[in-house]
T-cell receptor, first 113, second 114 residues
């Protein structure tokens, strides 16, 4: 729902940098979250962006452009344990969408040695 | 380690059984959620409780019945389920229910309906 779009799959090698993009419809945008989910496990929270710009947390950074309806998650110094699905999720601030978090389909990242 | 605890971790039930999933959080969060997740799909919202009141029901069939006994507990009562209801059921909590704070997920209950 809400036209949240992210690539289905990506691959990269250990030590490399990978950028996972997410686009969404801008009308009523409230905030954007990134989650990591390993197979068979629960999603874990990575980052939250509400204002334009880059938020950095160690090896992971997340960027937001509200006007363009665009975000990316940047993973540096990739490790094998980073192989997981990365979910972009957007909250909206009006009407029937209030309180709902809409998830993208997830990007399955595979990190090769 | 997750701060949202779900029990049981696995559940197998027949279509005529009645069972309950349980969720507990002690972070003082005021919103709690049930999500359903099928393999290789994103989580799908089922219910939201905000300040112990049901605020969102995503047109979920009545064979799923949520209950929020207090601000720390959330249950999902199951009755007369179908095999297609087999999935990972995730409980989550957040500080508030307006979409401004991150969800903290439990490890889920993997449900199989036979």
């Amino acid at each position: 729902g809400q036209n949240i779009d992210q690539p289905t799959e990506m691959t990269a090698t250990e030590g490399a940098i990978v950028q996972i993009n997410c686009t969404y419809q801008t009308s009523g945008f409230n905030g954007l979250f990134w989650y990591q989910q390993h197979a068979g496990e629960a999603p874990t929270f990575l980052s939250y962006n509400v204002l334009d710009g880059l938020e950095e947390k160690g090896r992971f950074s997340s960027f937001l452009s509200r006007s363009k309806g665009y975000s990316y998650l940047l993973l540096k110094e990739l490790q094998m344990k980073d192989s997981a699905s990365y979910l972009c999720a957007v909250s909206f601030d009006r009407g029937s969408t209030l309180g709902r978090l809409y998830f993208g389909r997830g990007t399955q990242l595979t990190v090769w040695p | 380690d997750t701060e949202v605890t779900q029990t049981p971790k696995h559940l197998v039930m027949g279509m005529t059984n009645k069972k309950s999933l349980k969720c507990e959080q002690h972070m003082g969060h005021r919103a709690m959620y049930w999500y359903k997740q099928k393999a290789k799909k994103p989580p799908e919202l089922m219910f939201v409780y905000s300040y112990e009141k049901l605020s969102i029901n995503e047109s979920v069939p009545s064979r799923f019945s949520p209950e929020c006994p207090n601000s720390s507990l959330l249950n999902l009562h199951l009755h007369a389920l179908q095999p297609e209801d087999s999935a990972l059921y995730l409980c989550a909590s957040s500080q508030e229910g307006q979409g401004n704070s991150p969800l903290h997920f439990g490890n889920g209950t993997r449900l199989t309906v036979t």
